[in-house]
């Protein structure tokens, strides 16, 4: 199957530092989303994002499809945005399409 | 509001019992999904459904089952064959169609004694 591939594994950042995730995925896919999981465990749904760039106040996520590999970019962090951030791809199968998750990056955002 | 519950929180339960996890929506999705997280991992699949009255096999099937008899709910039953079923479980749903945006649940934390 598919493998995804989320680096770094952890991070550890001061207040106000720009930092880079990155998700590389072995196969060609139909889609990507980045999550957000709070502490609490909810997944937050940052981007939808097949290919190109999106940008949504400090986040911003590009997807190069063609050579397999997203970045989701974090600028100015804040505490809030400590948690894990995964990647996940879209694959297509005859019984529906299906969700596929990297490990995660840990991102840590001391005050 | 629209969106995704899952009851309970948090569940114990003792060793050799079955346990189910409600998933109910409201956001007219016609897929669902469930997935298990463990500690430091990413979610993998258990089970899914695109339509009521119909399910699928995910990644990690074994030890649990599943049913669709209504749109807005997607039951999951850890049953006692799970060998390692003390985990985070979080339901997820979908408008049906390929490749559409999944939203999800809070999760259950299922802990077995």
């Known amino acids: 199957g598919i493998q995804v591939e989320q680096s770094p594994p952890d991070l550890i950042l001061q207040e106000g530092a720009n930092s880079t995730l990155r998700c590389n995925f072995s196969?060609?896919?139909?889609?990507l989303q980045w999550f957000h999981q709070n502490p609490w465990g909810q997944l937050i749904n940052l981007f939808y994002?097949?290919?190109g760039t999106k940008q949504n106040g400090r986040l911003s996520a590009t997807t190069v499809a063609t050579e397999r590999y997203s970045l989701l970019y974090i600028s100015s962090s804040q505490t809030t945005d400590s948690g894990v951030y995964f990647c996940?791809?879209?694959?297509?199968?005859?019984?529906?399409?299906?969700?596929?998750f990297g490990e995660g990056t840990q991102l840590t955002v001391n005050p | 509001d629209g969106g995704i519950t899952q009851s309970p929180k948090y569940l114990f339960r003792k060793e050799g019992q079955n346990v189910t996890l409600s998933c109910e929506q409201n956001l007219n999705h016609d897929a669902m999904y469930w997935y298990r997280q463990d500690p430091g991992q990413g979610l993998r699949l258990i089970y899914y459904s695109q339509i009521v009255n119909d399910f699928q096999k995910g990644d990690i099937a074994e030890g649990y089952s599943v049913s669709r008899e209504k749109k807005e709910s997607f039951p999951l039953t850890v049953t006692s064959a799970q060998k390692n079923p003390t985990a985070f479980y979080l339901c997820?749903?979908?408008?049906?169609?390929?490749?559409?945006?999944?939203?999800f649940g809070p999760g259950t934390r299922l802990t077995v004694l």
């Open positions: 997820a749903s979908s408008r049906q169609g390929a490749n559409n945006e999944q939203f």
């Open positions: 994002i097949p290919s």
């Open positions: 996940a791809v879209y694959l297509e199968e005859t019984s529906g399409s299906r969700l596929t």
């Open positions: 196969d060609s896919v139909n889609n």
